[in-house]
């Protein structure tokens, strides 16, 4: 388009600096991003489920009888019972309770509630677990290298009487 002689010029595009535009408040982020978080050696899960809190909230895992891992909210929505304190029965985690039966879809036979699971992957014997619906990412390794190819070492702890610093160097 052609300016005509008493056309005005628009005003300059005025890009916002680091200067000038605060910082969002804290609260605008997520008190736990959509990530993967690690729940717990696979051994664990043998004789069981194992329950934790972990990002606030208390989750379950358990190992079907097909071998199947499961991760999901970990209160029965019944009445509230921990579900850690439950049995694998087949394919089902059953609360201790009154005995309804989770799925590792998290849907319950016995009412046809439903309870939030979540993703899970198994690597060199640890379970994790993705805060969300649907993983936005896999589980991330050691960049061009393959998961396969590596084993896990022998799981140890230790206490040391020194500085954080000492440890990591």
């Known amino acids: 388009l052609r300016r005509g002689a008493g056309a005005s010029r628009p005003p300059?595009?005025?890009?916002?600096?680091?200067?000038?535009m605060p910082p969002p408040p804290a609260e605008a982020f997520p008190a736990w991003p959509a990530s993967w978080y690690l729940f717990g050696e696979s051994r664990e899960l043998r004789p069981g489920p194992v329950s934790?809190?972990?990002?606030?909230?208390?989750?379950?895992?358990?190992?079907?009888?097909?071998?199947?891992v499961a991760v999901m909210d970990g209160h029965c929505a019944h009445l509230g019972a921990d579900l850690g304190f439950g049995?694998?029965?087949?394919?089902?985690?059953?609360?201790?309770f009154h005995h309804w039966r989770y799925g590792s879809d998290g849907v319950?036979?016995?009412?046809?509630?439903?309870?939030?699971?979540?993703?899970?992957?198994e690597r060199h014997g640890y379970v994790f677990f993705f805060n969300g619906r649907q993983p936005l990412f896999p589980l991330p390794f050691l960049l061009g290298e393959a998961a396969e190819e590596y084993a896990a070492a022998k799981v140890f702890r230790y206490d040391a009487d020194c500085?954080?610093?000492m440890n990591s160097a």
């Open 12 to 20: 300059a595009l005025r890009v916002p600096s680091a200067v000038t």
């Open 52 to 68: 934790r809190r972990l990002l606030g909230r208390q989750l379950v895992a358990f190992r079907t009888a097909a071998g199947q």
């Open 87 to 96: 049995d694998v029965v087949e394919d089902t985690l059953r609360c201790p």
């Open 108 to 121: 319950c036979a016995s009412a046809g509630s439903r309870l939030q699971t979540y993703p899970v992957a």
């Open 163 to 165: 500085t954080w610093y």
